[in-house]
């Protein structure tokens, strides 16, 4: 047998899930169901972002997906001034870089959440 460890079956299955669901109810469904997704995911931290100034909003997203992440930093562009959220490493990078219809719950979430939707 096999020493997969967690993380890899966890990958495994994430991606048959995606796999047969797009295969059994079609891709529109799949669409959807990752549209629900981030609207939940927009739901819970939406109301974290209530009155608060872009910097603000910025800093609480940094900890989406685990508190004081380290792949998550917030830049500032020299010549223009403007804020940026920038994710360094996907968090679900095993599934999505076989799946990338995936991304599209994090980008959607976070552009909402920051008002770019």
């Known amino acids: ?4 460890g967690w993380g890899r079956l966890c990958d495994e299955l994430a991606v048959g899930l995606i ?3 797009s295969a059994v109810l079609g891709p529109e469904a799949l669409r959807q169901v ?4 981030a609207d939940e ?3 819970q931290w939406a109301p974290h972002m209530q009155g608060k100034s872009l910097a603000e909003r ?4 940094k900890g989406i997906y685990l508190e ?4 998550m930093t917030i830049d500032q ?3 223009s001034g403007e804020l940026r959220l920038v994710e360094r490493n996907c968090p679900y990078l095993n599934v999505a870089s076989r799946r990338p219809a995936l991304c599209s719950v994090t980008i959607s979430t976070l ?3 920051l008002g770019y939707a």
């Open 77 to 79: 562009d020299q010549a």
């Open 19 to 21: 796999d047969t669901l």
């Open 1 to 4: 047998m096999m020493d997969w």
């Open 34 to 37: 990752l549209a629900s997704l």
């Open 111 to 113: 552009s909402r959440l």
């Open 58 to 61: 910025l800093e609480v997203l």
């Open 68 to 71: 004081d992440d380290p792949y």
């Open 41 to 43: 995911n927009v739901a």
